[in-house]
């Protein structure tokens, strides 16, 4: 199975994380499919804007458990340098030139919100959830987070997010503009598309010369990896990473000891 499906609608093209059994869980294989089609998309001057989603009830549950659990098995070196090209390969989405809008028909949770915060605008269905839940998992935020909740969320939301892992329904991200737009799930494909097609319309230099000024910003993000790739390897060494991943496949609360 293609773990991302590309498809070119017009000048509108969709990229959708593709594991809907496993919820879109991020993988090796879905981030080294994602970062491919970035250059086949900016060199394609048809396609003006692009819609990233997931395939089935979610638009990704965040980190595979599996592979969060194999790195308490790595030193931190391997999983410092490994986490850098792991975020490196699924944030290749903030190199694509024209518009993103991240379509969340379902929970974006974790790293897979983050994606969300490095597209361009957001949408989503009246029965998304999202939030990062890293501290829940006795994990230090990755995948951007203490980078880009604070630029696109300012600092008091993204300190909320981060510090409490919590969840959000997808009225209160609407209320507290997370996202830009809600819809009901029957109507979210279409109205994406409308907004798509929106933005197809305009000038398209003009359109890619307004995205680029906006992030010019973004050439400090890489600072912000490398403490998180630190953060996180020094995490998955700890008693409470093991009790985190533990608690959510037992579908209980955790109880970290600090160890």
Same mark, same amino acid.
């Not at 965040?62 to 986490?83: F, H, W, Y």
């Given at each position: 199975?293609?773990? $991302?499906?590309?498809?070119?609608?017009?000048?509108?093209?969709?990229?959708?994380?593709?594991?809907?059994?496993?919820?879109?869980?991020?993988?090796?294989? &879905?981030? $080294?499919?994602? @970062?491919?089609?970035?250059?086949?998309?900016?060199? !394609?001057?048809?396609?003006?804007? $692009?819609?990233?989603?997931?395939?089935?009830?979610?638009?990704?549950?965040?980190?595979? *458990?599996?592979?969060?659990? @194999?790195?308490? /098995?790595?030193?931190?070196?391997? #999983?410092?340098?490994?986490?850098?090209?792991?975020?490196?390969? +699924?944030?290749?989405?903030?190199?694509?030139?024209?518009?993103?809008?991240?379509?969340?028909?379902?929970?974006?949770?974790?790293?897979? +919100?983050?994606?969300?915060?490095?597209?361009?605008?957001?949408?989503?269905?009246?029965?998304?959830? &999202?939030?990062? #839940?890293?501290?829940?998992?006795?994990?230090?935020?990755?995948?951007?987070?203490?980078?880009?909740?604070?630029? $696109?969320?300012?600092?008091?939301?993204?300190?909320?997010?981060?510090?409490?892992?919590?969840?959000?329904?997808?009225?209160?991200?609407?209320?507290?503009? *997370?996202?830009?737009? *809600?819809? @009901?799930?029957?109507? *979210?494909?279409?109205?994406? %598309? %409308?907004?798509?097609?929106?933005?197809?319309?305009?000038?398209?230099?003009?359109?890619?010369?307004?995205? %680029?000024?906006?992030?010019?910003?973004?050439?400090?993000?890489? =600072?912000?990896?490398?403490?998180?790739? =630190?953060?996180?390897? @020094?995490?998955? /060494?700890?008693? !409470?990473?093991?009790?985190?991943?533990?608690?959510?496949?037992?579908? /209980?609360?955790? %109880?970290?000891?600090?160890?």
């Amino acid at each position: 199975m293609n773990p $991302v499906l590309f498809e070119k609608d017009g000048s509108v093209a969709w990229i959708t994380l593709n594991d809907p059994d496993r919820l879109n869980a991020l993988t090796e294989a &879905m981030g $080294v499919a994602l @970062a491919k089609l970035v250059p086949q998309i900016n060199k !394609d001057q048809s396609i003006r804007a $692009v819609i990233l989603t997931g395939a089935g009830r979610a638009f990704s549950a965040g980190g595979n *458990l599996d592979i969060i659990e @194999a790195r308490t /098995r790595k030193k931190s070196a391997v #999983n410092q340098k490994e986490m850098l090209g792991f975020y490196g390969r +699924f944030l290749s989405i903030l190199k694509i030139e024209v518009p993103v809008i991240a379509m969340i028909n379902g929970p974006a949770i974790g790293a897979a +919100f983050c994606m969300t915060m490095g597209c361009d605008l957001r949408v989503a269905s009246t029965e998304a959830k &999202m939030g990062v #839940n890293f501290v829940k998992l006795g994990l230090s935020p990755g995948m951007g987070a203490t980078f880009l909740l604070p630029h $696109v969320l300012g600092t008091p939301t993204a300190m909320d997010l981060l510090l409490t892992g919590r969840t959000l329904t997808a009225e209160e991200a609407l209320r507290r503009n *997370l996202i830009h737009h *809600l819809f @009901a799930p029957e109507a *979210l494909k279409e109205e994406t %598309r %409308r907004l798509a097609e929106e933005i197809a319309r305009n000038a398209p230099m003009a359109v890619r010369t307004a995205k %680029r000024g906006v992030l010019n910003h973004m050439s400090l993000l890489q =600072k912000s990896l490398m403490f998180e790739s =630190k953060g996180q390897a @020094a995490c998955f /060494r700890t008693e !409470d990473l093991k009790e985190g991943v533990a608690a959510i496949r037992a579908k /209980r609360n955790p %109880r970290f000891s600090g160890a």
